[in-house]
């Protein structure tokens, strides 16, 4: 069964400054989609970039980047120049594309953002 | 474009008795989830429905069921609730089972007294 792991239950991060969070996973396949999604106080769950499995290009969005390692089964994100909006928990994510849709989440990070 | 819909965002109920929840996902996604969400076991898979047929469960006891519409709104109904249900549900939609991308409502946050 496909596991994801986050160790990191909280982070703070001074404001403008730089911080990654970490998610390892594991799995069998060789196909599949990692995910990081951000769920503010708001509840509302919301993806912040995803990875498809095999691309080895690290995909980035605006201040978000992820660092994969398919070998390791590493998959961190960090976020860059770091915002008060951008204080959530983070919930690493792995969905198969073979099997089913159902998504297996890690247990979050909260990032607490420090003006 | 609307988002994933889901009411009511709040209920309160008894022990023993049942409860529905409804979400109406994205206009023209055919694929909706269900989660989860407590403190102790984070999120959870419930079930997933694709044009109206629950294409996967996950490991929840049958007092939890759902179904969809034609119109790809669901439902998912709990019976006979315990405290233990207390939690925040999560519905998601995607345009078709493989695509990859999931987008969630805001969520239900049931409290079971």
Not at chain 1, 11 to 29: G, I
Not at chain 1, 88 to 102: I, L, T
Not at chain 2, 75 to 99: F, K, P, Q
Request: charged content about 20%; glycine content about 6%; overall charge positive.
């Amino acid at each position: 069964a496909q596991t994801v792991t986050q160790s990191q239950p909280e982070m703070s991060v001074q404001e403008a400054e730089t911080v990654t969070l970490s998610c390892t996973y594991d799995t069998s396949e060789s196909d599949y989609y990692l995910f990081w999604y951000k769920q503010p106080p708001s509840r509302q769950m919301i993806l912040v970039i995803r990875q498809e499995a095999y691309k080895q290009q690290n995909a980035t969005e605006n201040r978000f980047s992820v660092n994969f390692q398919k070998a390791a089964k590493s998959f961190s994100l960090k976020i860059s120049d770091s915002q008060l909006g951008d204080a959530a928990m983070y919930f690493c994510a792995y969905r198969s594309v073979a099997r089913d849709d159902k998504i297996i989440f890690g247990k979050g990070t909260r990032l607490h953002i420090l003006p | 474009k609307a988002g994933v819909t889901q009411t009511p965002r709040y209920l309160i109920k008894t022990r023993g008795q049942q409860v529905t929840l409804s979400c109406s996902p994205i206009s023209g996604h055919r694929s909706v989830s269900w989660y989860q969400q407590t403190p102790g076991q984070g999120l959870q898979f419930l079930f997933e429905y694709f044009s109206e047929t629950q294409r996967n469960k996950g490991n929840f006891p049958g007092r939890f069921s759902g179904r969809q519409f034609s119109n790809s709104r669901s439902e998912m109904n709990v019976s006979t609730l315990e405290l233990g249900d207390s939690a925040l549900y999560l519905c998601a939609s995607s345009l078709a089972t493989g695509i990859q991308e999931a987008f969630f409502g805001q969520g239900t946050r049931l409290t079971v007294v």
